[in-house]
């Protein structure tokens, strides 16, 4: 009896120890598993179409604008300035006032020189008394040798007393001649004081250096107190800014390009585009002006000119304006927004997505960029699928979910 007791007894306690065994094992089992994981969100990215259709080609090149006219102002006569009479980089007028010189050593100048005038008129109203006098003198003279000659013949008169009135008439003519030839050279005096005033009179009015042309009047090179003369430099340059040229240089090639594209003279295809140095485009289209006359045998570039308008002249000499024209059209180009194209050591990769909504990296070569968009010349075909945002972090073969790239370009 008392050993089925025992014997029972161990069967329990074996029983319990195994019924806690197997709770530790199934809760260390338990704790132990890993949890169900989720697959992670596609990412979101925004595709656009692969385009075809014909596109213009651009061609930009680097200009300088200039004033239609540069006159420089210059002192024509050596003096002291006494006034500038305008507002720096304001508007003028043809004719107006710029600059006053001290006019005092000028006018004293031309009074002079009246003077001198005056004196060589009174001097010719005296030789032509002279000359009348001297004519009149030897008009007498004259008749009395013809008056003594027959006289003389018939021994009527003595040959002393007819001797004595061929000398007198020879001694008025020679005062007739010198009194003629006063005359001229007062005359000649005459010409040259008159010379001499009109020369005081410009030379006084140099005095007043006024604006040859109408437009924008630069700074000021000389300060009122200042000493200028014909030697010194300009004292202010005037320019027509409207409209306003942009020099700009092409390659021998591109300028054999342009001829024979513009070579129907149809003036719509010479219409121009200004990008100015903020990037941004001028609101006025400009016009071809004019080719240089030869092409630089050093660079093998020639210089070329257009013409913008300038309403306000807010446009200035020597800023940076890039021209920008159509060179040529390009048909059945495939177009894909720039920001599609990443650019990895100089080569260009773009995403696409398939059909099966994952990604793929495909190289391609750019070719020339028309707005926002980027022609592509080889590496994709119409209806490709590119993706313009979200391409950061993206993997081949990654999948996507995709939707409709809307430009904010008008």
Known sequence: MKSNSILQLKHVVWGSASLVVVILLVSV???GAKPTTQAPPRPVVEVAPVEQRDVPVYGEW???LAGQVNADVKAQVTGYLLRRDYKEGSYVRKGQLLFEIDS???????DQ????????????????????????????????????????????????????????????????????????????????????VETASINLGFTRIVSPIDGIAGIAQAQVGDLVSTSSGPLTTVSTLD???????????????LQKRFSDSNADHWKLQLILADGTTYPHEGEFYFADRQVNQNTGAIQLAALFPNPGN????????????VTRMQSNALLIPQAAVTEQQGSYLVAVVGQDGRVAMRPVQVGERTGTMWVIQEGLKPGDRVVVEGQQNLRP??????????????
Not at 159 to 182: R, Y
């Open 29 to 31: 089992l338990h704790l």
């Open 62 to 64: 680097v200009g300088t």
């Open 104 to 110: 005092r050593p000028f006018q004293a100048a031309l």
């Open 113 to 196: 020189a009246k003077g001198q005038l005056a004196q060589a008129q009174a001097q010719r109203v005296q030789d032509e008394a002279q000359l009348a006098t001297a004519e009149a003198n030897q008009h007498k003279s004259q008749l009395d040798v013809e008056k003594y000659e027959p006289l003389a013949k018939a021994d009527a008169v003595s040959k002393q007393d007819f001797d004595d009135a061929n000398q007198t008439n020879l001694a008025n003519k020679a005062q007739v001649q010198a009194a003629a030839a006063a005359i001229a050279a007062a005359k000649a005096q005459i010409q040259a004081s008159q010379a001499a």
């Open 243 to 257: 409209p306003i040229r942009d020099y700009f240089t092409v390659s021998e090639q591109e300028y054999l390009a």
């Open 314 to 325: 807010i446009l200035r000499p020597g800023q940076y304006g890039k021209v920008r024209a």
């Open 397 to 410: 073969g990654m999948p996507v979910q995709i939707k409709p790239f809307k430009s904010n370009v008008e």
